[in-house]
Nanobody, 123 residues
């Protein structure tokens, strides 16, 4: 069983940066396609970023492209989401996800999910 633990959320002013981290236990991220999603109050969960199992392909939602970066650290067995130039509309609970496939992208049927970490961006 794969256990995912999200962390790194917090309060930040608009224009600031945060780095979210997702730690995996039971398996290594190198065997999984991974993704980040977010959900704001009253909104549907939405796709943010994805990384292929090979680590060679990334994909971002239009709202975060150019500002966010997804990456994997095999030595630490973690996946990160570097968030720069944050905007108030980025405020949401962020979730990491993983599936034992080559690519899942923006699909919502990832097999494993983290518990979520709150990101709040003030004006």
């Amino acid at each position: 069983q794969v256990q995912l633990r999200d962390s790194g959320g917090g309060l930040v002013q608009a224009g600031g940066s945060l780095r979210l981290s997702c730690a995996a236990s039971g398996r290594t991220f190198s065997n999984y396609a991974v993704g980040w999603f977010r959900q704001a109050p009253g909104k549907e969960r939405e796709f943010v970023a994805a990384l292929s199992r090979s680590g060679e392909t990334t994909y971002y939602s239009n709202s975060v492209k150019g500002r966010f970066t997804i990456s994997r650290d095999d030595a630490k067995n973690t996946v990160s989401l570097q968030m720069n130039s944050l905007k108030p509309e980025d405020t949401a609970v962020y979730y990491c996800a993983a599936s034992s496939v080559n690519w899942r992208g923006a699909r919502y049927d990832y097999d494993y999910w983290g518990q979520g970490t709150q990101v709040t961006v003030s004006s």
